[in-house]
C-alpha cells in the first residue's frame, strides 16, 4: 500500500497553526460622508455591508463639527441630527438622537450629534441622517418620515445645512439615495396614484 506523501493534520496541529498565523485580516474599514440637505426633510440614505458579525458605530458630525474618519476637518454649524438604521428588508432596527459620546458644540455648547453603536450580523443595512424632528414612523423604511424636520435646533438656535456622517466597521458603504431623498419621491408617486385613482373613479 503506497504511503500518504503529505501528512495528515490533526485538529491540535490545526490550531496551533492557526495560533501562530494569528487571526485573518478583516475587511471592515471606515467611511466617511459629507453633504447639505436641500430642505428640512431630506433624507440622504447610506447602504452598508458586514461580511461577518460586526459591532458597527454610525456617527453624525455635522452639528458639532470635528475630525472625520478620513482625517477631513468638518466645521461646526450644522443641524442637529438624527440617525435610523435599517435592515435589508427595510426593518427599523434603531433610532438616535443626541448620542452618548457626541462632542459639545463650540457656540451652543451643546451636543447635538447623533450615535449608533450596534452588533449587526451579516447583511446589507441603510442608515438615513435626518434633521431633529423628522423621525422615521417605523417599523419599515417605507413608512416614512413625520416630516417635522427643521434647521433649528430644539433650543431655536440657527443652524446650517451641513451633515456629516462616519461608518465605522463596514465592509462597504455608498450614499445611494440623492437629496431630496427617494422617499419623498416615492411619497409624491403614492399621491399621484391616488389622484389617478380619483379620476378613474370620478
Known amino acids: 500500500m503506497p504511503q500518504n506523501p503529505f501528512p495528515t493534520l490533526t485538529l491540535p496541529t490545526m490550531a496551533l497553526a492557526a495560533m501562530l498565523l494569528g487571526p485573518l485580516p478583516g475587511s471592515a474599514a471606515e467611511f466617511s460622508f459629507q453633504g447639505t440637505l436641500a430642505e428640512p426633510n431630506?433624507?440622504?440614505?447610506?447602504?452598508?455591508s458586514l461580511s461577518a458579525p460586526t459591532t458597527v458605530t454610525l456617527q453624525s458630525l455635522g452639528y458639532?463639527?470635528?475630525?472625520?474618519?478620513?482625517?477631513?476637518v468638518v466645521a461646526d454649524g450644522g443641524f442637529d441630527t438624527v440617525l435610523a438604521l435599517f435592515d435589508a428588508t427595510g426593518t427599523l432596527l434603531d433610532q438616535n438622537d443626541d448620542g452618548a459620546g457626541a462632542a459639545p458644540d463650540p457656540v451652543t455648547g451643546s451636543a447635538y450629534d447623533a450615535v449608533l453603536?450596534?452588533?449587526?450580523?451579516?447583511?446589507?443595512?441603510?442608515?438615513?441622517?435626518?434633521?431633529?424632528?423628522?423621525?422615521?414612523?417605523?417599523?419599515?423604511?417605507?413608512?416614512?418620515?413625520?416630516?417635522?424636520?427643521?434647521f433649528n435646533d430644539i433650543d431655536g438656535n440657527p443652524r446650517g445645512t451641513a451633515w456629516a456622517l462616519d461608518v465605522l466597521g463596514a465592509d462597504s458603504a455608498t450614499l445611494v439615495v440623492p437629496e431630496p431623498a427617494a422617499l419623498a419621491l416615492f411619497?409624491?408617486?403614492?399621491?399621484?396614484?391616488?389622484?389617478?385613482r380619483r379620476r378613474r373613479s370620478a
Open 42 to 48: 431630506a433624507v440622504p440614505l447610506i447602504q452598508f
Open 64 to 72: 458639532a463639527g470635528g475630525l472625520n474618519a478620513a482625517g477631513e
Open 117 to 150: 453603536e450596534v452588533l449587526l450580523a451579516p447583511g446589507m443595512y441603510t442608515v438615513a441622517l435626518v434633521s431633529y424632528g423628522n423621525f422615521a414612523v417605523g417599523p419599515a423604511l417605507s413608512d416614512g418620515f413625520t416630516g417635522n424636520g427643521a
Open 187 to 196: 411619497g409624491a408617486g403614492l399621491a399621484g396614484l391616488g389622484l389617478l
